[in-house]
Nanobody, 126 residues
C-alpha cells in the first residue's frame, strides 16, 4: 500500500526555519516524482517544489531560494527545508507522489500526483 506521512509542521516566528519530512512507503523514491504543495483555506493547493527521479529539483518562484527539497533514498524520505519563513507561508503543507508516470518531471501542478499525504500545518507568526 502506498503511503505518505508528513511531519515537522508547527509554530515558528517570522524569519525562522522549519524542516518538513515526508516518509514514503509502498514504493521507493527512485520510482516516483515527489512534490511538496501547500494549501491556504481560500484556494487550491499550490505546488512548491519537485524532486525528480534523477535527483534534480524544480521550484516555484514563490519559494525559490528560501525552500529546498531533498531526498534520502536510504530512509525513503523527502524533506522540505523552509528558511526565512513569513506569515504568508502559513498553510497546510502536503507531499505527493507521482507513480506510474515515468515521463513526469519538473511539475508543480496537481494533475500528475496521484498519491497524497494527510498534510502538516505550518503557522508563522509575525
Amino acid at each position: 500500500e502506498v503511503q505518505l506521512v508528513e511531519s515537522g509542521g508547527g509554530f515558528v516566528q517570522a524569519g525562522g526555519s522549519l524542516s518538513l519530512s515526508c516518509v514514503a512507503s509502498g514504493f521507493t523514491l527512485d520510482d516516483a516524482t515527489i512534490g511538496w504543495f501547500r494549501q491556504f483555506p481560500w484556494r487550491e493547493r499550490d505546488g512548491l517544489a519537485c524532486l525528480n527521479k534523477d535527483g534534480t529539483t524544480y521550484y516555484s518562484n514563490s519559494v525559490k531560494g528560501r525552500f529546498a527539497i531533498s531526498g534520502d533514498n536510504a530512509k525513503n524520505t523527502v524533506y522540505l527545508q523552509m528558511n526565512s519563513l513569513m506569515p504568508d507561508d502559513t498553510a497546510v503543507y502536503y507531499c505527493a507522489a507521482s507513480l506510474g508516470m515515468p515521463w513526469v518531471r519538473d511539475r508543480l501542478d496537481l494533475g500528475p500526483f496521484n498519491y497524497w499525504g494527510q498534510g502538516t500545518r505550518v503557522t508563522v507568526s509575525s
